[in-house]
């Protein structure tokens, strides 16, 4: 089976600006979850999506949104773009939200 | 909320020597406990998991243990080899299905 697949993989923004970032999970997987990793941090949550539908959520601003399609892809929005977002986003996909394979991630650079 | 502690940071050590990553988490309602290994410019990959129900799991040369009443959990590396050498994070998940992770320490084998 393929792996998890995110896109685009590297992206350069400036702030003020908004980003949307795409995550295809592995076939037959409906559970994405977002998470955001920087050196300070480490991993954080974002959060989980599940047949369409948030069912976790990190303790993130509203300028963080996602959604789930039908076909279990998923879209993480960020809005207004500030310096402090630069990071490593993860997605991971999961059979029944349990063991969680990770993508590559998108590497975002806020300017 | 859920907060994993990791353990140590940094660990240094020769080819073929064990190495250890201990983990405590807060929550003993959490359930499920993987472990990740994330290469430079890589997804974290799930190397090994394990339940609530079980106090241990081997995996060829790694292995993880599980202490529910004091709540802490470990990662036992043998024979490490250089190829062994990456950032290793611990996690905890929740009832509700949040991961939370430790973090990181980063395993250096040398030659």
Known sequence: KAGVTQTPRYLIKTRGQQVT?????????????????????????????FSETQR???????????RQFSNSRSEMNVSTLELGDSALYLC???????????????????? | ???VEQHPSTLSVQEGDSAVIKCTYSDSASNYFPW????????PQLIIDIRSN??????????????KTAKHFSLHITETQPEDSAVYFC????????LTFGQGTILTVHP
Do not use: M
Request: proline content about 6%.
């Open chain 1, 21 to 49: 970032l795409s995550c295809s999970p592995i076939s037959g997987h409906r559970s994405v979850s977002w998470y955001q990793q920087t050196p300070g941090q480490g991993l954080q949550f974002l959060f989980e999506y």
């Open chain 1, 56 to 66: 976790n959520k990190g303790n993130f601003p509203g300028r963080f949104s996602g």
């Open chain 1, 92 to 111: 991971a996909s999961s059979p029944l939200a349990e063991t969680q394979y990770f993508g590559p991630g998108t590497r975002l650079l806020v300017l």
């Open chain 2, 1 to 3: 909320g859920e907060n």
């Open chain 2, 36 to 43: 990740y290994k994330q290469e430079l410019g890589k997804g």
């Open chain 2, 54 to 67: 079980v106090g241990e799991k081997k995996d060829q040369r790694i292995a993880v243990t599980l202490n």
């Open chain 2, 91 to 98: 996690a905890a998940r929740d009832p509700y299905g949040k």
